[in-house]
């Protein structure tokens, strides 16, 4: 969010996203407001403008349509995705076979696979461990989408090196220090409450992931809400404790709506979980610093 924000007052609107760039529905809408025009693809964009490519990474090919769209870009992936990609091809270059563990149609799946299309299999889960095949046993590695559910992805890296002993896990764990964090934290309230709420899109995988976590962890009801409205109060029913969190991009705007959401029902103490401290901080994009990217579009545009 802060990317877009920055870019916009840096160049001015409209700046043009593919995809969300982060998926929360409230991010998304501010945004929009604000001059942001979200696509699909770049080669909705009309030449000569500026395009970010969302935290969820892209593959090659979208650089090359970008370029040939005649469009100055901003590259916004996330770190943690960008460490993945640089995985996939370093290992791809050493004749791997890759098994990238993740949900088939998601972006960042789709823009990982797309760094070494002739080496990656998707594995969505343990259950598609069985239909795997690969060159060579000894030269195979996994990697993941970095907003799994943290169990799950072990479930099937067991199931994985079952099947290929000498299976090679990644240099460094992929799965966002931010997603682990949450899931750690959903558990431990989890013990606690009746019920949990996470705040965040229907599609977001790591707010998803937030309410399967709790449900496994036992709790008897976990539900996922954009905003405070869309809570059910038939789920208060017989409840006297709740559990609030929410996924890695959710404004803190509106966890506070459904404090005070709750406050009004009768849920007014409130006690902090927390289980770890997040000091680590990404610098942004490059293309956001002394440099004038409505100059390089418009340039771009007269050399046609």
């Given at each position: 969010?802060?990317?877009?924000?920055?870019?916009?007052?840096?160049?001015?609107?409209?700046?043009?996203?593919?995809?969300?760039?982060?998926?929360?529905?409230?991010?998304?809408?501010?945004?929009?407001?604000?001059?942001?025009?979200?696509?699909?693809?770049?080669?909705?964009?009309?030449?000569?403008?500026?395009?970010?490519?969302?935290?969820?990474?892209?593959?090659?090919?979208?650089?090359?349509?970008?370029?040939?769209?005649?469009?100055?870009?901003?590259?916004?992936?996330?770190?943690?995705?960008?460490?993945?990609?640089?995985?996939?091809?370093?290992?791809?270059?050493?004749?791997?076979?890759?098994?990238?563990?993740?949900?088939?149609?998601?972006?960042?799946?789709?823009?990982?696979?797309?760094?070494?299309?002739?080496?990656?299999?998707?594995?969505?889960?343990?259950?598609d461990v069985a239909k795997v095949e690969v060159r060579d046993p000894s030269r195979v590695v996994w990697l993941s989408q970095t907003t799994l559910s943290v169990d799950e992805t072990m479930e099937t890296v067991d199931a994985l090196k079952e099947k290929f002993p000498q299976l090679i896990s990644p240099p460094s764990d992929d799965i966002c220090y931010a997603t682990q964090n949450r899931q750690i934290a959903i558990?431990?309230?989890?013990?606690?409450?009746?019920?949990?709420?996470?705040?965040?899109?229907?599609?977001?995988?790591?707010?998803?992931?937030?309410?399967?976590?709790?449900?496994?962890?036992?709790?008897?009801?976990?539900?996922?809400?954009?905003?405070?409205?869309?809570?059910?109060?038939?789920?208060?029913?017989?409840?006297?404790?709740?559990?609030?969190?929410?996924?890695?991009?959710?404004?803190?705007?509106?966890?506070?709506?459904?404090?005070?959401?709750?406050?009004?029902?009768?849920?007014?103490?409130?006690?902090?979980?927390?289980?770890?401290?997040?000091?680590?901080?990404?610098?942004?994009?490059?293309?956001?610093?002394?440099?004038?990217?409505?100059?390089?579009?418009?340039?771009?545009?007269?050399?046609?």
């Open positions: 969010m802060i990317a877009v924000e920055k870019a916009l007052e840096q160049y001015g609107a409209p700046i043009y996203v593919r995809h969300e760039i982060v998926h929360n529905k409230y991010v998304v809408q501010t945004l929009e407001r604000k001059g942001a025009i979200f696509v699909d693809q770049a080669t909705e964009v009309p030449p000569g403008n500026i395009v970010m490519f969302s935290a969820h990474g892209v593959a090659p090919t979208v650089h090359e349509e970008a370029r040939q769209g005649r469009l100055a870009t901003i590259d916004a992936t996330c770190p943690l995705v960008t460490k993945v990609h640089k995985e996939a091809v370093r290992f791809a270059k050493e004749d791997f076979d890759i098994l990238l563990i993740g949900h088939e149609g998601h972006e960042e799946v789709i823009g990982t696979s797309g760094e070494a299309p002739d080496h990656i299999q998707l594995v969505d889960g343990p259950a558990k431990e309230l989890a013990g606690q409450a009746e019920l949990v709420i996470v705040v965040g899109s229907k599609n977001s995988s790591n707010s998803i992931r937030m309410v399967e976590v709790a449900k496994q962890a036992g709790v008897p009801a976990a539900y996922l809400v954009d905003f405070a409205s869309e809570i059910d109060e038939a789920w208060l029913e017989g409840v006297t404790s709740v559990g609030l969190s929410s996924g890695a991009s959710v404004p803190d705007v509106l966890v506070q709506e459904v404090l005070e959401w709750l406050s009004e029902r009768g849920y007014a103490d409130v006690e902090i979980v927390k289980t770890a401290d997040e000091s680590l901080t990404f610098s942004l994009p490059k293309e956001l610093r002394n440099k004038d990217l409505r100059a390089e579009a418009a340039a771009l545009l007269e050399n046609e």
